[in-house]
């Protein structure tokens, strides 16, 4: 005749939280895995980005509310070499657009700041 007093009862477990890598990055539900060179859309699923566009978005991810300019993102992207009048970085944001932001011509998260360069804002 055991009595359940209230609060007593073992209550389930809540399912493990999943683990997130020390250099892991996380936007709009998106999560960027450096060390595994992966991002991964809202769903789970991975996002395929070429090696550039994966080191322009870690570049960007990097540096959040920060504005960079075409030279520093060049500059900070690995693999690159630094010419100014290169246009790599304007094709490589557009191409990121279209795969991150709901309305690649409205975008929230890789903004132009014009005249400067562009800005992550992880928060859209």
Do not use: C, H
Not at 53 to 74: H, K, M, Y
Not at 94 to 111: M, V
Request: charged share 30%; hydrophobic share 35%.
């Amino acid at each position: 005749r055991a009595r359940a007093e209230a609060g007593t009862e073992p209550q389930a477990a809540a399912p493990p939280a999943p683990r997130r890598a020390p250099d892991e990055r996380r936007f709009a539900g998106f999560r960027l895995l450096p060390a595994e060179r992966r991002l991964l859309d809202p769903a789970g699923a991975e996002v395929a980005l070429t090696p550039m566009e994966f080191d322009l978005l870690l570049t960007l991810a990097s540096n959040p509310g920060q504005v960079l300019t075409r030279d520093r993102l060049l500059r900070l992207t690995p693999g690159r070499p630094a010419d100014p009048l290169d246009r790599s970085v304007d094709i490589r944001v557009t191409r990121l657009r279209r795969k991150l932001e709901p309305d690649p011509n409205n975008p929230t998260l890789i903004r132009t700041v014009r005249g400067q360069g562009y800005l992550f804002s992880p928060d859209g």
